[in-house]
């Protein structure tokens, strides 16, 4: 037996991490175990829609593992049932298979489009994917990954993903060949710093792969679930995809995915597909309490209300501090440093009590509770500001 020196050692040392350990969580805030309160506008990478432990959520867990937790997916479950038939009323597909994870999820996004080139294209199984974009980290979804830290990691990679550029056609139209079966991208790149495909580019992208008989796949993992103020970020283009990936969002905080397509694109046959805990009632109770909240018209209004007083209110420190312009759509939004001092207002604002994330060395990104309320967006605006002002002090004595 090895006794661990320390208790952190006992964890993988797969990303630096504070020294901090989180105990308890309410809606904004969270709490360490020391006591020390933070506002977090992480949300565990845009993940708990409704904040941390909301009371919808407590309920329909408790209330379903006291009922039925894992009866195996050989069988049905009426939570994963009703999921389904709610997430499809209100999107523009008709089959749903659920994951626990979004990497998981867009792995079964790349299968069905290698399967519909199976059936229907003589074995094409090409996806074009994007630079840039982020699909997760199984080896196909790191692969089809335009990260370029990526790169270098695992080789070989699954082969199959040629890179285009996001809001340029022709860069996707380059690529078409023989092999081509889909077109896969995320409607705002949100790992590599909120950077969004234009309306007009995804329409181009829709034509263009009807005319060439391929499949469209948008992973909405972290623009879905009313993230970017709509249910669904496509919605926003007015386009129908084949497929739709969904991830964090979906459970509110409860590890749960999803893989939507037509029934044109929904091609698997038994033994394609599948996981022991795919469409566990567990997570699908989570998943139907958060959907029925988030749906309904009044609370996604109030993600744009409050994605629009956000953006405002960041477009007005950033003329304070002579910063650069704002980025994204709802409460998806990033906030151009213009200089590489991400990574030391993320520390400062930690030190604060401000949950901030940079996922570029110049670019801080706003991913709160699709509930954050007025009061606390003013509240991080006022923390942030203070910080930029002691940096630029800072500065200036330097
Ligand atoms: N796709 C997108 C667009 C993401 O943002 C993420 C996670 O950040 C993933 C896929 C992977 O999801 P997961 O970490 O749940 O596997």
Redesign the pocket.
Known sequence: MTIATHPFDALMDITPRPHIVFARGEGSRLWDDTGKRYLDFIQG?AVNSLGHSPPVLIDALTAQAKRLITPSPAFYNDASLKLAAALIAHSAFDQVFFTS????A?EGAIKLARKFGALHRNGAYEIITFENS????TLA?MSASGKKAFEPLFEPKVPGFPKAITNDIASVERLIGANTIAVML?PIQ??SGVWPATPEFLQALRALTKEHGLLLIV?E??TGMGRTGTLFNYEQASIAPDIMTL??GIGGGAPL?ALLATNHAAVFEHGDQGGTFNGNPLMCAAGLAVLTHIAEPAFLKSVRDHGLFLADELQRISARHGLGGVRGSGLLLALDLKRPIAAAVVAAALEDGLLLNAPRPDALRLMPALNVTRAEISQMIAMLDAILTRMGAARCVG
């Open positions: 990478w994870s979004g990497a998981e867009n982020f699909h997760g980290r979804t995320e949100g790992e992973d993992i972290q991830g964090k995915g």
